[in-house]
């Protein structure tokens, strides 16, 4: 998904592994250094596949299929489309 192969990627990790937080709308995975790698599900929808973490200079490879990813809520950016 992420086509910039330069990256210095510490690991590869399947979305299943990491945890969800639906308040933040953010998925979280175990750093070495003690924190956590972060990726918002909305860089995920944008296809954006490398999670950070903020204390360290570490990345890891989310892999994810873009159509098992929880939908967006209905409102007023998401209408829910009705077939007629």
């Given amino acids: 998904m992420s086509?910039?192969?330069n990256l210095?990627?510490?690991d590869e990790i399947e979305i299943e592994d990491m945890t969800f937080d639906e308040a933040m709308q953010t998925y979280?995975?175990?750093c070495p250094c003690g924190d956590r790698f972060q990726i918002?599900?909305?860089?995920?929808r944008d296809e954006q596949d490398i999670a950070v973490c903020p204390s360290c200079?570490?990345?890891i490879?989310?892999?994810?299929?873009l159509d098992d990813l929880p939908k967006p809520p209905p409102g007023p950016g998401n209408p829910i489309l009705v077939a007629a």
Avoid: G, N
């Fill in 40 to 44: 918002a599900l909305d860089d995920l």
């Fill in 8 to 10: 210095s990627i510490y």
């Fill in 3 to 5: 086509d910039d192969d």
């Fill in 57 to 59: 200079s570490l990345m």
């Fill in 61 to 65: 490879r989310v892999i994810f299929d």
């Fill in 28 to 30: 979280f995975y175990p």
